[in-house]
């Protein structure tokens, strides 16, 4: 798909004493610190949207803080490969669809370029490959075909009047045993894995799975459903972790260093997902994303913000109401990536002085022959330890007490690069 246009990034100094804290962030696996990309490139891959209701501030939370994480990487002068997916056929876009009476094409269409423009508003970095599910259909059609021959996974008979004119065929799930690490991602047990698999999107009491946890690989068509030619699995749609397996595999290659979203999606989706990378890649364990990222889900109005509850705070009606994109990025920069924390017209009051306050800071006289950097060196820091933007900001609101103290020029340019604020 077409992405959006890359803000421009300014060169920064190196540190002055040549020394670099490697960039290490939270991995939700070992729930320890580890350095996010160990070699000279970064790979990334963060799950995109599913386009209806978006942009809300839940998803520019979660994608910003895969937009420091970038910015923290190519500041350490890696080169940064970042992947991202559009889930623009799945089962909650058909239904907001049929619901509203619109087709969902034009839904998923719309509420991409929606999208498209609150990134570029946001300054977000653009993915260098961005593929929608309905692109993907030939190649999971392809893996899914490859994960049946190795017998990975098994068809199940659909319900009568499913599955076009080739029924028989039947839709094909995953087969859990065939990955002797399932469950290493999350490390959840049983219980709360078949809860959770229910609540987001699995199907535990389908009649004909091996194992109730199976996912979902190729559903069948049915009727008034979107369907594609399957080849060999007949007419159908993917699964939705297939889909993100996939795109990652041949955006990324396997494997690759982070696997990144929010924390609604560490089970069963990238649980699911890595487990399709260790079968798609042929190397089990070491075919997995090497860490997974998860960022803390925002609420408003005392319940997760999400597009099934409709507690929303859209990007683009902030924009329409006047509101600087800048002051959108500074409200969420103040809560670290993992806090779990509820919106309130005070986050973006509090954004929008700070705001005001590092321009004043900014256009005043230029520092006398004090030393700088501390500002940069201070960013780059507290963005290298897990991504630590409270400690970034709180930096730069010590130098806008006192802004003799830097230099001005460096400090916009470090909260442009490393911040993606322009003052
Ligand atoms: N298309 C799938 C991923 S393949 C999907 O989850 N789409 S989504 O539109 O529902 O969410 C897009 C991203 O925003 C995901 O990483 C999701 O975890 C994150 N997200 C959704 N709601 C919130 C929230 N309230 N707070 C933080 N992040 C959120
Ligand atoms: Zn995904």
Redesign the pocket.
Known sequence: MRTWQAPEIPQLPGPQDGRRDPVVVHDSTTRGLVEAAPGEQARLY?????????T????????LAFDLLQRAWLDAGKTVTYVS???DV?D?LLERADATGVDWRDLAAEQTQLFRDDMTALRMLPPATWTG?VESVPAVVEAVQALLEAGAAYRVPVEPGAGGDAPELGDVYADLTADPDFGRVAGLDAGTMTALFAERGGDPQREGKKNPLDPLLWRRERAGEPAWDGGSLGTGRPG?HI??AVIARDGLGLPFDVQ??????LFP?HEM?TSHDRLLSGRGAEGAPRVHV???????QGA????SLGNLVLVSRLREAGVEPAAIRLALLAHHYRT?WEWTDADLAGAQQRLARWRAAAAAPAAGSGPTGGVLAAVRGALAHDLDAPAALGAVDAWAADPASDDPLLVAATVDALLGVRL
């Open positions: 963060a799950c995109g949207i599913t386009p209806y209701d978006a809300h501030l839940g998803h520019a939370n979660t994608y997916n559009v889930t799945d909650p599910a939705w889909e993100c990144g979203g929010g924390a609604d999606l989706h997902s998860h960022a803390g889900l925002i609420a408003y997760k913000m999400s597009k779990e």
